[in-house]
């Protein structure tokens, strides 16, 4: 649902309200599919900076996740 809003909300021209529920998805999903999930969605909707640091925190926020990819 987040990743449907935050999308609309860009679709829109709403950018502001598209990075607060990209905000609102990694407090409801605080896991690395929602830290990814963010990632791609901060990259559509053109913050690319935002975008590099969440997936360059992925790795150190979960590094204790069985199954997580080390880069």
């Given at each position: 649902a987040y990743v449907s809003l935050a999308t609309l909300h860009h679709a829109q021209g709403r950018h502001d309200d598209a990075v607060a529920t990209v905000d609102r998805l990694l407090?409801?999903?605080p896991t690395p599919a929602g830290w990814t999930a963010a990632a791609r969605l901060w990259t559509a909707i053109g913050e690319p900076?935002?975008?590099?640091?969440?997936?360059?925190?992925?790795?150190?926020?979960f590094k204790d996740e069985p199954g997580l990819r080390q880069r």
């Open positions: 407090v409801a999903v900076e935002l975008a590099a640091s969440a997936r360059a925190s992925i790795g150190e926020r």
